[in-house]
Nanobody, 123 residues
Framework: VQLQASGGGLVQAGGSLRLSCVSS????????VGWFRQAPGKEREFVAV????????LYSDSVKGRFTISRDRGGNTVYLQMNSLKSEDTAVYYC?????????????????WGQGTQVTVSS
């Protein structure tokens, strides 16, 4: 599975962005898909994950209540709706497909990664 993330950009604090993640090759409709982010000089951190059928989601405490992860009915596009953005949300955002239908926060559970999309929030 090869993933492509898009939708990043420059936004003012308090604004919104929607990221998309699609598979350029084999479908990932049977896999959980997560979003991670990496700010300059920091470790890549978990943001959110959605199960294979969209029925289960998990968020990091830092984005809970502001971000929403979802996937389309076919399961081949995953979205991350980001509202009330803060300067500390600035990072490169990566989507990743997990090995199984459900996954959590551990990066080792994910075996296919996209190239990343830059999100910059100005204060």
């Amino acid at each position: 599975v090869q993933l492509q993330a898009s939708g990043g950009g420059l936004v003012q604090a308090g604004g919104s962005l929607r990221l998309s993640c699609v598979s350029s090759r084999r479908t990932f409709s049977n896999n959980a898909v997560g979003w991670f982010r990496q700010a300059p000089g920091k470790e890549r951190e978990f943001v959110a994950v959605v199960s294979w059928n969209g029925g289960s989601t998990l968020y990091s405490d830092s984005v809970k209540g502001r971000f929403t992860i979802s996937r389309d009915r076919g399961g081949n596009t995953v979205y991350l709706q980001m509202n009330s953005l803060k300067s500390e949300d600035t990072a490169v955002y990566y989507c990743a497909a997990a090995r199984s239908s459900f996954a959590g926060t551990d990066r080792s559970q994910y075996n296919a990664w996209g190239q990343g999309t830059q999100v910059t929030v100005s204060s």
